[in-house]
């Protein structure tokens, strides 16, 4: 008070148990208004609230402990079935009728792709994490090393991949790294049949009001880098733009496009991790267009 300035106060009446604001402002040199009111009713809801935003970090927090353990502990269960499945077939390769022969083989694709779920699922418990250190990423150089990581799958979809300048941004450098790797794959993969694939990636900065994402409030007027990632692949509907960051969401078979559903997820992920946002815009057969937009 001695400032000047107004002030409020916030306490519990034990012998009540209620909830009582006090607001002191000063009038002149000599007088002063208080104010009491009985904030009970909102301040209850603001507890409860409180509370239940703890248990559910808690929550979340022993579902990745148990996604993590549980994901680490099938890798050598795993890694064994495939292993000595490929041994029985070796051994008895004289002996087993085709009928037979395909039965193994199905036994070896269901492996193959039980082991890649759990390393997504474990990379998905990594990122969840966040206990990284914040340093400055250059996505340029990010971009070059996936595409040297994708070398062989380029070489097959006889794809370009067409990149501006890229920011550097303050982020988690790994999770950056698979958060590119993860969009560019899936450019890569979601290809149409015969055509060879071309990727744009392109960067500008502005407003969250001025990118066309849907942002909070507080973010209409901060400023972000806009990353969009643009491919020539067979798209989708736009009505699933949102769901397919959905973890284990996917808009085709394994026949057609394999895959965990957990790749878009990681994305998802990361891109909150760093405070920011993605949407995705596509329509059928005319290619996908994924906007990352970063902080500043």
């Given at each position: 008070?001695?400032?000047?300035?107004?002030?409020?106060?916030?306490?519990?009446?034990?012998?009540?148990?209620?909830?009582?604001?006090?607001?002191?402002?000063?009038?002149?040199?000599?007088?002063?208004?208080?104010?009491?009111?009985?904030?009970?009713?909102?301040?209850?809801?603001?507890?409860?609230?409180?509370?239940?935003?703890?248990?559910?970090?808690?929550?979340?927090?022993?579902?990745?402990?148990?996604?993590?353990?549980?994901?680490?502990?099938?890798?050598?269960?795993?890694?064994?079935?495939?292993?000595?499945?490929?041994?029985?077939?070796?051994?008895?390769?004289?002996?087993?009728?085709?009928?037979?022969?395909?039965?193994?083989?199905?036994?070896?694709?269901?492996?193959?792709?039980?082991?890649?779920?759990?390393?997504?699922?474990?990379?998905?418990?990594?990122?969840?994490?966040?206990?990284?250190?914040?340093?400055?990423?250059?996505?340029?150089?990010?971009?070059?090393?996936?595409q040297t990581d994708l070398e062989l799958?380029?070489?097959?979809?006889?794809?370009?991949?067409?990149?501006?300048?890229?920011?550097?941004?303050?982020?988690?450098?790994?999770?950056?790294?698979?958060?590119?790797?993860?969009?560019?794959?899936?450019?890569?993969?979601?290809?149409?049949?015969?055509?060879?694939?071309?990727?744009?990636?392109?960067?500008?900065?502005?407003?969250?009001?001025?990118?066309?994402?849907?942002?909070?409030?507080?973010?209409?007027?901060?400023?972000?880098?806009?990353?969009?990632?643009?491919?020539?692949?067979?798209?989708?509907?736009?009505?699933?733009?949102?769901?397919?960051?959905?973890?284990?969401?996917?808009?085709?078979?394994?026949?057609?496009?394999?895959?965990?559903?957990?790749?878009?997820?990681?994305?998802?992920?990361?891109?909150?991790?760093?405070?920011?946002?993605?949407?995705?815009?596509?329509?059928?057969?005319?290619?996908?267009?994924?906007?990352?937009?970063?902080?500043?």
């Amino acid at each position: 008070m001695e400032t000047g300035e107004p002030s409020n106060v916030q306490y519990k009446v034990e012998s009540s148990g209620k909830w009582v604001e006090i607001a002191l402002s000063r009038m002149d040199g000599d007088h002063l208004i208080i104010v009491y009111s009985d904030i009970t009713e909102s301040k209850e809801v603001q507890l409860r609230q409180e509370l239940l935003l703890e248990e559910l970090r808690r929550s979340n927090e022993s579902l990745e402990d148990f996604t993590s353990a549980a994901s680490h502990d099938l890798k050598e269960p795993i890694r064994k079935v495939h292993f000595f499945t490929e041994r029985l077939k070796e051994k008895l390769q004289e002996r087993l009728s085709s009928e037979e022969r395909k039965l193994l083989e199905r036994v070896e694709n269901a492996t193959a792709r039980m082991r890649l779920l759990v390393d997504d699922l474990l990379e998905y418990s990594h990122v969840s994490r966040g206990n990284q250190e914040v340093e400055d990423v250059d996505l340029n150089h990010k971009v070059q090393l996936i595409q040297t990581d994708l070398e062989l799958m380029m070489a097959e979809k006889e794809a370009t991949i067409y990149a501006g300048t890229l920011p550097v941004v303050r982020g988690y450098r790994r999770q950056l790294q698979q958060l590119l790797h993860n969009l560019l794959h899936n450019a890569l993969k979601y290809s149409k049949p015969g055509v060879p694939v071309v990727v744009n990636i392109a960067s500008q900065t502005a407003t969250g009001k001025e990118t066309g994402v849907s942002v909070r409030p507080e973010d209409q007027d901060k400023t972000f880098y806009v990353v969009e990632i643009s491919d020539n692949g067979i798209g989708f509907e736009q009505e699933y733009a949102e769901k397919i960051f959905n973890i284990f969401t996917r808009l085709h078979g394994n026949t057609e496009y394999t895959g965990t559903g957990v790749g878009l997820a990681i994305v998802k992920k990361v891109v909150d991790n760093h405070d920011g946002y993605i949407a995705a815009e596509s329509t059928p057969g005319n290619g996908a267009t994924f906007k990352l937009l970063l902080p500043v």
